[in-house]
């Protein structure tokens, strides 16, 4: 079966010049693979990360010390209004030259994959914040005073009965800014992390099939930005509540 699938391949190259190496080229198909499973691997990272980010930053919104919450205001503007690429350059040459220096390191701190993380992370998480702060202040001031009528204390309200709901409101925002966080991983082929459109750069450039390759990638993207809609909407269906966040 799986010689038939490599010779249609080689066939569709030989008789219709479309050149798609990664179905019957062992070297380039292994490449490519790795390339999608970084994609993959990058995009749960900062996925995670930037969620956990919001929802504190969106707890330190409401802190009673007016110099956290300009910290936090001063961490959405600068990553919120900065171009993503350079947010990249600042981490990865900026900051990283930076600490090596501090700590005496040799060969950098974190590598292309880690600081690609950091950025791509603080970037995303920066939405996230406005966006589950968004969230919290849809939660009806009757709710939380019934809560501390119950005898909960500020992190119980929040944790146990403003998160849960504020998550219900802002799913679909927080969505949007998700996969836009996907998309938004290809810059780090601008320091060379080994993911999709790098690896597919490199097949490209040996095997000269750059039509064919941009065809795949878009094809990849679809997909696994597909699937997280597919999840995202069903998460949203099943915390649904009658009557509320819609």
Avoid at 23 to 35: L, N, S
Avoid at 132 to 140: N, S
Wanted: aromatic residues 18%; hydrophobic residues 50%.
């Amino acid at each position: 079966m799986e010689n038939i699938f490599v010779d249609w391949f080689l066939w569709l190259h030989s008789e219709h010049g479309i050149k798609l190496t990664i179905f019957y080229d062992h070297w380039d198909r292994g490449r490519f693979i790795k390339g999608i499973w970084t994609t993959i691997h990058l995009s749960f990272v900062t996925i995670v990360l930037s969620i956990v980010i919001g929802i504190i930053g969106a707890w330190f919104q409401k802190s009673r010390f007016v110099w956290i919450r300009i910290i936090v205001q001063g961490y959405i503007q600068f990553f919120r209004n900065t171009p993503p690429l350079i947010q990249l350059y600042f981490f990865y040459f900026a900051m990283d030259t930076f600490l090596s220096g501090i700590f005496n390191i040799h060969g950098g701190i974190l590598g292309s994959y880690g600081w690609a993380v950091v950025s791509l992370s603080f970037f995303a998480g920066a939405f996230n914040v406005e966006i589950f702060r968004a969230g919290v202040e849809a939660v009806p001031e009757s709710t939380i005073e019934s809560a501390i009528s119950l005898g909960y204390s500020r992190r119980q309200i929040y944790q146990y009965v403003t998160l849960p709901l504020a998550f219900r409101v802002c799913l679909p925002a927080l969505n949007n800014n998700l996969i836009n966080l996907i998309k938004t991983t290809t810059v780090a082929y601008a320091i060379a992390v080994p993911e999709t459109l790098y690896i597919a750069n490199q097949i490209w450039s040996d095997e000269y099939n750059v039509f064919e390759m941009m065809n795949v990638v878009w094809v990849i993207y679809i997909i696994i930005v597909g699937f997280l809609v597919w999840l995202m909407h069903r998460w949203e269906l099943s915390t649904r509540i009658p009557g509320f966040g819609q």
